[in-house]
Nanobody, 122 residues
Framework: VQLQASGGGLVQAGGSLRLSCAASGRTFSDYRMGWFRQAPGKEREFVASLSWSGMSMDYADSVKGRLTASRDNAKNTASLQMNNLNPDDTATYYC????????????????WGQGTKVTVSS
């Protein structure tokens, strides 16, 4: 599965952005998918994950209540709606799939998009 993330940009604190992830390949719906982010000088960290059906969701504590992940298997797409953003959310955001193990860790995914940069100004 190949992934391409988009939708990043510059937003003021308190604002919103919606990230998208387009997948190619017929097996997208077979896998759980996840969102991660990496700030400059920091390790890649877990943001959210969805089961193959989208019915089971898991979020990092730092984003609960502000970020909402969704997926549309018929369109091979996934989205991350980000509300009430703050400067700590500044990072490059990645979508991932082809899960192999622990879905809260980057090592749990084999397929990655190229990342889309989000900058939140104070």
């Amino acid at each position: 599965v190949q992934l391409q993330a988009s939708g990043g940009g510059l937003v003021q604190a308190g604002g919103s952005l919606r990230l998208s992830c387009a997948a190619s390949g017929r097996t997208f719906s077979d896998y759980r998918m996840g969102w991660f982010r990496q700030a400059p000088g920091k390790e890649r960290e877990f943001v959210a994950s969805l089961s193959w059906s989208g019915m089971s969701m898991d979020y990092a504590d730092s984003v609960k209540g502000r970020l909402t992940a969704s997926r549309d298997n018929a369109k091979n797409t996934a989205s991350l709606q980000m509300n009430n953003l703050n400067p700590d959310d500044t990072a490059t955001y990645y979508c991932a799939t082809c899960t192999t193990s622990d879905y809260t860790k980057p090592t749990g995914y084999r397929c990655w998009g190229q990342g889309t940069k989000v900058t939140v100004s104070s």
